[in-house]
């Protein structure tokens, strides 16, 4: 039929238009980085076994600088403190031993600039051999928790850099509930908090060389595949970048993204519900309407 | 003075119809206004862009709602506001995001088709020409919008536009800043750039649609053969019974019917897009807040701008922008530079059939070269094809003034 023709040449038409300036542009534009599945293949294999009752001992050395909550050490200093005297927080380890590749952190613990790709990073190398570095990875894998939630892997992989204000998060934590004078409108206990908050930006500023992006809408800014192969190594995305590689499990990653999409993609789950029963209205409104169009022309051709 | 029925129930069909003459109104407008029947779904584009119209209006007034038109906060209110907060603020969001860019693709197809079925000469003109206006102002309106999320596309685009009013060598900098109201793109072009987006430009489009179906009366709508009939003897013949014979259709319900099922089928594919493919109505980079200290390292204008801009690109400064100038308002002379008489589909017009083809698939073309990066090869691809869209319209007068009469 002659007017399905002409359908398919419109259809056609849109098509490689849309191929044209989306994929095929993107593809242009972007260089194609290919991922590694969070292998770090660069590193070579642990040979040693590590053992938990050793690290447990070599671990008092990272608690200087920092909390194991896990294990109700608390932290020598607080977020802002620790940014003056590091440039940045040093992360609760916790969640070191979920989070993090056990390849990657054995590596990281004897030369943590090179491992991260960051020449500046602030912390010296912490174990003095191969088997120091599995132990103390063993001991940080004994307390380590099975689940961990997407907002903490964020904190802990991200969020002493990065804050995310769609989640309310800043680099020292989350933005507390304060109340203001009711007289003067004046709340003395947020204005702390933005002071506090700018002293340590200013510190982190110094130490990454810029204040590091708010990854409220990330998700929407770049693409997944953009954030996975920078998050495994940013010097694959952004060559030269201060952002050191941070050496997070693929589960990691999953769960990084997932508050990621929480916070800058939160209709999601919404849009995935509603979306087919709008499609099907049109699609019975569309038959309703083909019925309609077959009875009103009935007898004119 | 006219008769009114004092016995007539206010507000019942008589009581309106002799104050309105309701009557008089639908059969002029919608019963009695007659279509050709030789069409196909082309001839619904104009109410599929009118329906997305409709569809732009009432999401962009939910939208507006809750937009703040300021630099501090304009990201934040989209962003998160509308996009979280609200209760499917991102529906309406998605909507007016996907719908102003599919108006476009309709827009395009719309116009191909006049162009295609010669629905510009002999009386139909103002159409072309209203149309035309309208593609300019909903242009604007497109290009306004975009800057109010205040993103880092919104904030570059808004300075490489404005930039282009700085002429040149002419360097009319004052022009630039009193466009922008600062030196650059700052909360005064903001403001302009929102009461443009919600008042001005708005208003004029609906004032052009009004023109647009104004000046479809009387000309009538074209047909798939571009034939001539009398109007007035096809109604007759419709209007005793004889439907079959007659050469035409009653606005409503006839073409309306069918243009309800085109609407449908086109409903289904946008709200496809709206929930399950919005990406490439909403581009990446601005979903990055303004930032006047730091350039993307692309920056290019939504789709349906590509074609002009890659006419812009490849020249010198001063001859990109006088070929960018006459790009934009050359669709404008089309009536008057095709100097055929006839109406008629392209595939029977000789030459003009291969002038619409390499048109269209020129400006595709140019599409794809407006968007990638202007280096080696794509330079170049991108230089000849604004070439061949010049050459094209020099030669249209010539080969329609020698294209035979049907």
Same mark, same amino acid.
């Given at each position: 039929m002659k007017e399905l023709k002409i359908f398919g040449i419109v259809i056609v038409f849109t098509l490689v238009l849309y191929w044209g300036v989306e994929p095929f542009a993107h593809s242009q534009m972007h260089k194609h980085v290919e991922g590694d599945g969070f292998a770090y293949s660069d590193l070579k294999a642990v040979t040693v076994k590590g053992d938990a009752k050793r690290g447990e001992t070599l671990a008092a050395a990272c608690i200087g600088c920092h909390s194991i909550e896990a294990k109700s050490m608390p932290a020598p200093m607080n977020a802002v403190a620790s940014a003056e005297a590091y440039g940045v927080n040093p992360p609760d380890l916790s969640m070191a031993g979920a989070l993090l590749d056990e390849k990657y952190l054995t590596h990281f613990l004897l030369n943590p600039a090179e491992v991260t790709k960051s020449k500046h990073f602030a912390m010296p190398p912490s174990a003095g051999s191969e088997q120091d570095a599995a132990d103390i990875v063993a001991y940080l894998q004994s307390f380590a928790p099975k689940e961990v939630k997407p907002k903490e892997a964020y904190e802990f992989a991200c969020g002493r850099c990065h804050a995310n204000r769609y989640g309310n998060w800043t680099q020292i934590g989350d933005v507390p509930k304060t109340k203001s004078n009711i007289k003067t409108g004046v709340d003395l206990d947020a204005l702390k908090f933005q002071g506090n908050l700018g002293i340590y930006q200013n510190k982190l500023a110094d130490y990454m060389g810029k204040l590091p992006p708010d990854l409220s809408i990330i998700i929407r800014a770049r693409s997944e595949h953009f954030l996975e192969t920078l998050i495994e190594d940013p010097q694959s995305q952004l060559p030269g970048t201060a952002m050191p590689r941070v050496g997070v499990t693929k589960e990691g990653f999953e769960k990084v993204r997932e508050y990621l999409e929480e916070t800058g993609d939160p209709s999601k789950p919404a849009r995935e519900s509603i979306g087919k029963w709008v499609i099907l209205f049109f699609v019975g409104f569309t038959i309703l309407a083909f019925f309609w169009k077959k009875e009103k022309w009935h007898g004119h051709h | 003075m006219a008769h009114f029925d004092e016995n007539a129930k206010p507000f019942s069909h008589k009581w309106l119809d002799e104050r309105l003459a309701v009557d008089t109104l639908d059969r002029v407008l919608s019963t009695e206004y007659w279509i050709p029947k030789n069409i196909n779904f082309l001839w619904a584009m104009g109410m599929i862009l009118a329906a997305t119209f409709g569809l732009l209006l009432v999401s962009g007034i939910f939208l507006l709602m809750y937009y703040q038109p300021n630099t501090a906060t304009a990201f934040d209110s989209v962003n998160y506001t509308i996009m979280s907060e609200v209760g499917y603020g991102w529906l309406w969001r998605h909507i007016h995001g996907v719908g102003a860019s599919v108006v476009f693709l309709i827009i395009y197809i719309h116009m191909f088709t006049g162009i295609y079925y010669g629905s510009y000469k002999r009386g139909r003109e103002l159409i072309w020409l209203s149309g035309m206006l309208l593609f300019v102002t909903f242009s604007a309106e497109a290009f306004s919008g975009y800057m109010l999320p205040w993103g880092q596309m919104s904030y570059w685009a808004g300075m490489v536009i404005t930039n282009l009013f700085s002429g040149g060598s002419l360097h009319a900098n004052g022009l630039v800043e009193w466009i922008r109201g600062d030196y650059v793109p700052g909360q005064a072009f903001l403001n302009r750039f929102f009461m443009l987006h919600v008042l001005l430009l708005p208003l004029a489009i609906i004032g052009l649609i009004v023109l647009h179906f104004g000046t479809l009366r009387i000309p009538h709508v074209n047909n798939q053969d571009g034939e001539e009939f009398d109007f007035e003897e096809a109604a007759r013949l419709y209007k005793e019974g004889n439907v079959k014979e007659s050469k035409v259709i009653p606005f409503k319900p006839v073409f309306l019917s069918k243009d309800v099922f085109v609407m449908g089928v086109y409903f289904i594919a946008f709200f496809y897009l709206v929930f399950y493919h919005f990406e490439f109505a909403m581009d990446?980079? @601005?979903?990055?807040?303004? @930032?006047?200290l730091k350039t993307p390292t692309h920056i290019y204008p939504e789709w349906y701008f590509l074609w002009s801009y890659e006419i812009l690109r490849p020249f010198s400064t001063n001859i990109g922008l006088i070929a960018f100038a006459i790009a934009q308002v050359i669709f404008l002379t089309l009536p008057f530079l095709d100097r055929s008489p006839n109406v008629a589909p392209a595939s029977r017009r000789g030459a003009f059939k291969y002038w619409f083809w390499f048109m269209l698939l020129d400006m595709i073309v140019l599409t794809f070269m407006g968007k990638l990066p202007p280096q080696g090869i794509w330079s170049t691809v991108g230089l000849i094809a604004a070439l061949i869209f010049m050459a094209l319209w020099i030669a249209l007068p010539f080969i329609t003034k020698n294209e035979k009469k049907l």
């Amino acid at each position: 039929m002659k007017e399905l023709k002409i359908f398919g040449i419109v259809i056609v038409f849109t098509l490689v238009l849309y191929w044209g300036v989306e994929p095929f542009a993107h593809s242009q534009m972007h260089k194609h980085v290919e991922g590694d599945g969070f292998a770090y293949s660069d590193l070579k294999a642990v040979t040693v076994k590590g053992d938990a009752k050793r690290g447990e001992t070599l671990a008092a050395a990272c608690i200087g600088c920092h909390s194991i909550e896990a294990k109700s050490m608390p932290a020598p200093m607080n977020a802002v403190a620790s940014a003056e005297a590091y440039g940045v927080n040093p992360p609760d380890l916790s969640m070191a031993g979920a989070l993090l590749d056990e390849k990657y952190l054995t590596h990281f613990l004897l030369n943590p600039a090179e491992v991260t790709k960051s020449k500046h990073f602030a912390m010296p190398p912490s174990a003095g051999s191969e088997q120091d570095a599995a132990d103390i990875v063993a001991y940080l894998q004994s307390f380590a928790p099975k689940e961990v939630k997407p907002k903490e892997a964020y904190e802990f992989a991200c969020g002493r850099c990065h804050a995310n204000r769609y989640g309310n998060w800043t680099q020292i934590g989350d933005v507390p509930k304060t109340k203001s004078n009711i007289k003067t409108g004046v709340d003395l206990d947020a204005l702390k908090f933005q002071g506090n908050l700018g002293i340590y930006q200013n510190k982190l500023a110094d130490y990454m060389g810029k204040l590091p992006p708010d990854l409220s809408i990330i998700i929407r800014a770049r693409s997944e595949h953009f954030l996975e192969t920078l998050i495994e190594d940013p010097q694959s995305q952004l060559p030269g970048t201060a952002m050191p590689r941070v050496g997070v499990t693929k589960e990691g990653f999953e769960k990084v993204r997932e508050y990621l999409e929480e916070t800058g993609d939160p209709s999601k789950p919404a849009r995935e519900s509603i979306g087919k029963w709008v499609i099907l209205f049109f699609v019975g409104f569309t038959i309703l309407a083909f019925f309609w169009k077959k009875e009103k022309w009935h007898g004119h051709h | 003075m006219a008769h009114f029925d004092e016995n007539a129930k206010p507000f019942s069909h008589k009581w309106l119809d002799e104050r309105l003459a309701v009557d008089t109104l639908d059969r002029v407008l919608s019963t009695e206004y007659w279509i050709p029947k030789n069409i196909n779904f082309l001839w619904a584009m104009g109410m599929i862009l009118a329906a997305t119209f409709g569809l732009l209006l009432v999401s962009g007034i939910f939208l507006l709602m809750y937009y703040q038109p300021n630099t501090a906060t304009a990201f934040d209110s989209v962003n998160y506001t509308i996009m979280s907060e609200v209760g499917y603020g991102w529906l309406w969001r998605h909507i007016h995001g996907v719908g102003a860019s599919v108006v476009f693709l309709i827009i395009y197809i719309h116009m191909f088709t006049g162009i295609y079925y010669g629905s510009y000469k002999r009386g139909r003109e103002l159409i072309w020409l209203s149309g035309m206006l309208l593609f300019v102002t909903f242009s604007a309106e497109a290009f306004s919008g975009y800057m109010l999320p205040w993103g880092q596309m919104s904030y570059w685009a808004g300075m490489v536009i404005t930039n282009l009013f700085s002429g040149g060598s002419l360097h009319a900098n004052g022009l630039v800043e009193w466009i922008r109201g600062d030196y650059v793109p700052g909360q005064a072009f903001l403001n302009r750039f929102f009461m443009l987006h919600v008042l001005l430009l708005p208003l004029a489009i609906i004032g052009l649609i009004v023109l647009h179906f104004g000046t479809l009366r009387i000309p009538h709508v074209n047909n798939q053969d571009g034939e001539e009939f009398d109007f007035e003897e096809a109604a007759r013949l419709y209007k005793e019974g004889n439907v079959k014979e007659s050469k035409v259709i009653p606005f409503k319900p006839v073409f309306l019917s069918k243009d309800v099922f085109v609407m449908g089928v086109y409903f289904i594919a946008f709200f496809y897009l709206v929930f399950y493919h919005f990406e490439f109505a909403m581009d990446p980079v @601005n979903f990055d807040p303004a @930032n006047g200290l730091k350039t993307p390292t692309h920056i290019y204008p939504e789709w349906y701008f590509l074609w002009s801009y890659e006419i812009l690109r490849p020249f010198s400064t001063n001859i990109g922008l006088i070929a960018f100038a006459i790009a934009q308002v050359i669709f404008l002379t089309l009536p008057f530079l095709d100097r055929s008489p006839n109406v008629a589909p392209a595939s029977r017009r000789g030459a003009f059939k291969y002038w619409f083809w390499f048109m269209l698939l020129d400006m595709i073309v140019l599409t794809f070269m407006g968007k990638l990066p202007p280096q080696g090869i794509w330079s170049t691809v991108g230089l000849i094809a604004a070439l061949i869209f010049m050459a094209l319209w020099i030669a249209l007068p010539f080969i329609t003034k020698n294209e035979k009469k049907l």
